[in-house]
């Protein structure tokens, strides 16, 4: 750990919602219908597992929703929330930060780190089954927006205007999507992950090795 933001990216706090009546036990992932699952839960008495729980699961349910989607809905609830708590600041001024500084918070963070984070608290042979997000609706009806606004199109659209940088984030969760309907361990995830042609791992590992070397 370099910063105090990779404890608040890559939390020591790993969440999953049981629902019996569906055999699933999803994988509480923010803006991917978390609000509306921990609703449900404590009204339907759903239990959430967290962290060692998670050990001896045999399978963990992932719902993954397009990223620049993702992206701008997260960004949208991070400045709302931020405006929320420190009604001096100026909206606009905290969109900017969000998306000059890509990611410092996780409602916009990309699945793939969510996943990572997953991954430290499950056993190696976990099989997570990933889905599209509108087929949470399959096992609960309920939204809940947190009292999160809708962003509008125009805003959307300055939100997401071109930055290479984004690209290669939303490659590494449109790979992800592309296996939604597939039951994989976290090794066959890596694996994918290392056969694709963009070679987004090798670029990761990369950036990784660049300061883990002087460290050892």
């Known amino acids: 750990m370099l910063t105090d933001l990779d404890a608040v990216l890559f939390p020591d706090d790993c969440e999953v ?87 410092i918070n996780r409602h916009y963070l990309p ?18 089954k990933l889905h599209m997000l509108e087929d949470l609706n399959q096992v609960t009806a309920y939204r809940d927006r947190a009292g999160v606004r809708p962003v509008d199109h125009d805003r959307a659209l300055r939100i997401l205007a071109p930055d290479k940088k984004l690209h290669f984030w939303f490659l590494l969760d449109r790979i992800l999507l592309g296996y939604c309907g597939q039951s994989l361990t976290w090794r066959q995830i890596m694996q994918i992950y290392q056969e694709h042609p963009a070679r987004p791992l090798q670029i990761l590992q990369d950036r990784m090795e660049s300061v883990r070397y002087v460290l050892c």
């Open 17 to 103: 919602v049981e629902i019996p009546s569906h055999d699933r036990r999803i994988y509480l992932i923010m803006k991917n219908g978390s609000s509306s699952l921990r609703t449900e839960a404590l009204d339907q008495g759903w239990r959430i597992l967290k962290n060692q729980d998670l050990q001896s699961l045999a399978s963990v349910d992932v719902y993954l929703r397009d990223p620049a989607e993702r992206y701008v809905s997260g960004i949208n609830t991070f400045v709302q929330h931020l405006v929320r708590d420190e009604i001096s600041l100026d909206p606009l001024t905290c969109e900017i930060l969000a998306s000059r500084y890509c990611f």
């Open 111 to 128: 699945q793939w780190h969510w996943l990572v984070n997953l991954a430290r608290f499950i056993n190696d042979k976990c099989v997570i």
